[in-house]
């Protein structure tokens, strides 16, 4: 369905950003990295963005995805 499509690009897009920033998906090692990527730039499509409010927002549109709210339920 087109819903959980939504949520799989957003968690993959935000899967990737964080590996990008991070250079690790576990959630440990992220944690304990943020203070020193605070001012992290990330950039895509020519423009940039903070790496953790993109992130954020990519990781919650996954969610809400995968959920089916907030417009996206059938």
Same mark, same amino acid.
């Given at each position: 369905?087109? !819903? =959980?499509? !939504?949520? %799989?690009?957003?968690? $993959?897009? /935000?899967? &990737? +950003?964080?590996? %990008?920033?991070?250079? #690790?998906? %576990?959630?440990?090692?992220? &944690? $304990?990295? +943020?203070? *020193?990527? +605070? %001012? =992290?730039? &990330?950039?895509?499509?020519? *423009? #940039? &963005? =903070? #790496?953790?409010?993109?992130?954020?927002?990519?990781?919650? +549109?996954? /969610?809400?995805?995968? #959920? $089916?709210?907030?417009?996206?339920?059938?």
């Amino acid at each position: 369905m087109v !819903i =959980n499509r !939504i949520g %799989d690009v957003g968690l $993959a897009l /935000a899967m &990737f +950003v964080c590996f %990008d920033t991070f250079k #690790s998906l %576990d959630f440990s090692v992220m &944690f $304990a990295m +943020v203070p *020193y990527v +605070v %001012d =992290n730039e &990330f950039f895509m499509l020519g *423009y #940039s &963005f =903070n #790496s953790l409010t993109f992130i954020s927002i990519l990781l919650f +549109v996954g /969610a809400v995805g995968k #959920s $089916a709210q907030l417009g996206l339920h059938g």
